[in-house]
């Protein structure tokens, strides 16, 4: 009889652990729909910019994927940014909040840029820091400049516009 109790107990250990240890693929499903969100983000630098800006990925914390680690725009350009949040039970991520930390720099100006997906009274995305170039950050069709912006879509477009003088 502990034989049989002991079998069943390896097995139970062995399918909870294994699987929080696996590689998320990005094979669409309708259960990972639930399990994460997608976000489109546009960073555009304003035609009234007069510095290229540097872009450079300094921390992610529940992402399966939180873009190139390095972007540079210029004056009146702009780049696209797939990102892709974790809710996944498994890897401790559910109902946390989501982020990428960038630093910014241009010149003698840097500053942090925070993307923060997270969970109060409802699901919210914000934008966060760069005071003195950002001009204005939109989710959807929401303002999300240091505001939450609350909404459970598993697709959200971003844009963020700066203006370096």
């Known amino acids: ?41 546009e960073f555009k630098n304003l ?30 350009e702009k780049s696209d940014i797939y990102l892709k949040d974790n809710d996944n039970i498994f890897s401790g991520c559910t109902l946390r909040t989501k982020s990428v930390g960038w630093k910014i720099s241009s010149g003698p100006m840097s500053c942090d840029l925070t993307f923060e997906h997270g969970y109060d009274a409802g699901w919210y995305t914000e934008i966060k820091g760069c005071e003195n170039i950002v001009e204005k950050a939109f989710c959807g069709e929401t303002d999300c400049y240091e505001i939450k912006a609350y909404g459970g879509e598993s697709k959200i477009d971003i844009s963020v516009e700066f203006l370096a003088e």
């Open 47 to 76: 035609a009234s910019s007069q510095y290229k800006l540097k872009i450079d990925k300094e921390s992610s914390k529940c992402m399966y994927d939180s873009g190139p680690n390095e972007v540079s725009i210029g004056p009146n």
């Open 1 to 41: 009889m502990n034989k049989i109790y002991g079998a069943i107990l390896a097995a139970l250990c062995y399918l909870l652990v294994f699987p929080s240890s696996a590689e998320e693929n990005d094979v669409y499903t309708e259960k990972e729909a639930s399990l994460s969100a997608e976000y489109n983000m």
